[in-house]
């Protein structure tokens, strides 16, 4: 079964915004907290950011923090992470988690295929 569905990667220039969708089971959304990480091209997975089940504590990687937001949307079972400012170092796949929380990815049980963001200089 599909736990986890991304959307909303594509190819931007520096400065431009994104928002990444990633839509999960009424019943994955609810139990657990969802995430975003990323793995720029030749680099490790990062983390990105998280938010918990109930939408009261969020966390962002430091090279994120004032230009990505994280929100969940519990009637829509999605989780967005909308990207303002983007530079060509956010360039990556992305990747939506759901799982325990937290900011390393043994925190997450599930995991979405991915969706690729390009930004070009």
């Known amino acids: 079964q599909v736990q986890l569905v991304e959307s909303g990667g594509g190819l931007v220039q520096a400065g431009d915004s994104l928002r990444l969708s990633c839509a999960a089971s009424?019943?994955?959304?609810?139990?657990?907290?969802m995430a975003w990480f990323r793995q720029p091209p030749g680099k490790e997975r990062e983390f990105v950011a998280a938010?918990?089940?109930?939408?009261?504590?969020?966390w962002y990687a430091d090279s994120v923090k004032g230009r990505f937001t994280i929100s969940r949307d519990g009637a829509k079972n999605t989780v967005y992470l909308q990207m303002n400012s983007l530079k060509p170092e956010d360039t990556a796949v992305y990747y939506c988690?759901?799982?325990?929380?937290?900011?390393?990815?043994?925190?997450?049980?599930?995991w979405g295929q991915g969706t690729q963001v390009t930004v070009s200089s």
């Open positions: 988690a759901s799982g325990s929380g937290g900011t390393y990815g043994s925190g997450y049980s599930y």
């Open positions: 009424a019943r994955t959304f609810s139990m657990y907290a």
């Open positions: 938010i918990s089940r109930s939408g009261d504590s969020i």
